[in-house]
Nanobody
């Protein structure tokens, strides 16, 4: 099995920054995509960003382009999401997800087999 554990969430003022981490453990895979999704209260879960194994392919939602940066450290089996210029509308539970055996950083949730438990990000105005 694969376990994903997010950390780094919290309360921040608008305009501030947070860095989320996602540590993977358990069954190894030779290559996998890491993705970040979020779900705001009363809304559907939505794609935020994804990165291929090599880091050479990255995909962002339009709503976070230029503000969020996804990265990964394969030696540590950890993915990161640096969130700058945060807005109140970024408030959500953020989930990391893993897609094994692919190099395509898809924005489709069904492409990811493993999910973390989520970490709350709250941006105050």
């Amino acid at each position: 099995q694969v376990q994903l554990v997010e950390s780094g969430g919290g309360l921040v003022q608008a305009g501030g920054s947070l860095r989320l981490s996602c540590a993977a453990s358990g069954r190894t895979s030779s290559t996998y995509v890491m993705g970040w999704f979020r779900q705001a209260p009363g809304k559907e879960r939505e794609f935020v960003a994804a990165i291929s194994w090599s880091g050479g392919r990255i995909n962002y939602a339009d709503s976070v382009k230029g503000r969020f940066t996804i990265s990964r450290d394969n030696a540590k089996n950890t993915a990161y999401l640096l969130m700058n210029s945060l807005k109140p509308e970024d408030t959500a539970v953020y989930y990391c997800a893993r897609r094994d055996g692919s190099s395509s950083p898809t924005d489709r949730q069904e492409g990811y087999a493993y999910w973390g438990q989520g970490t709350q990000v709250t941006v105050s105005s």
